[in-house]
């Protein structure tokens, strides 16, 4: 399954210090992804190939609330300029399922 959609950048805020940063897959697509038959990951990740931009990477999503979040490790950010509450566009090919 490949999903495209436009997020914005957030900043976990379960703690005033951290530095990861996130972008939520929406609602519906998050919804699409959780119908998948497959086995249960730790945390219930699912196995992603991302891009943003020129930058693709191995990663995972996670559930969060009702969608779905994408971590934006540093690299990423730095390589594709992305900023808190900034806007991305994202192209995810779900492995899992």
Known sequence: MI??????????DAREDSAWFF?????ELSE????????????????????IGGTEWSTSIFPSDDAYVLPLKKAVRDA???VEGGPVLVRL?????
Do not use: H, K, M, Q
């Not at 998948?36 to 699912?46: E, K, S, T």
């Not at 090919?93 to 399922?97: A, F, M, S, T």
């Open 3 to 12: 999903i495209e959609f436009e997020g914005d950048v957030f900043r976990w």
């Open 23 to 27: 972008t939520a897959v929406p609602a």
């Open 32 to 51: 699409d992804i959780r119908e998948i038959p497959r086995p249960y990951r730790g945390f219930g990740a699912v196995r992603v190939r991302a891009r």
């Open 80 to 82: 594709e300029s992305l």
């Open 93 to 97: 090919d779900v492995l899992d399922g």
